[in-house]
């Protein structure tokens, strides 16, 4: 059994992502949205050792697992998204310090202590 469920990224592409299950896997795919509303997904060719590309196109993709296995993957990538700053919030890089140059040594004064 197969079924497939989409969310608009609300490009000017019509870019969507396609949240796919066939038999128990579970696979996030990339796809685009039709100007009639139909969803396709996008599809490749994978390499084969050799690096020459294969007969057959399969959907771009992601395959993440069972039910439980899918889930746990969502909440990683969410919990990733939302451990990193906000646009704008980006923590400023750290100004490198000029080297100074050395102390000049004035020869003529004799900074040892007399005892």
């Not at 084969?48 to 296995?69: H, K, S, T, W």
């Not at 969410?78 to 490198?96: D, F, H, V, W």
């Amino acid at each position: 059994m197969s079924w497939e469920m989409s969310y608009d990224l609300k490009t000017k592409y019509g870019d969507c992502l396609v949240l796919d299950r066939y038999g128990d896997t579970y696979s996030l795919c990339s796809g685009r949205m039709t100007k009639a509303g139909v969803v396709r997904k996008d599809w490749c060719f994978p390499r084969d050792a050799g690096g020459r590309p294969r007969e057959r196109a399969i959907p771009l993709g992601v395959r993440l697992g069972d039910r439980a296995a899918a889930i746990a993957a969502v909440r990683w990538l969410l919990a990733q998204l939302e451990a990193q700053p906000q646009p704008g919030q980006e923590a400023q890089p750290a100004r490198r310090q000029k080297p100074q140059p050395p102390r000049a040594v004035n020869r003529d004064v004799d900074d040892d202590p007399p005892f």
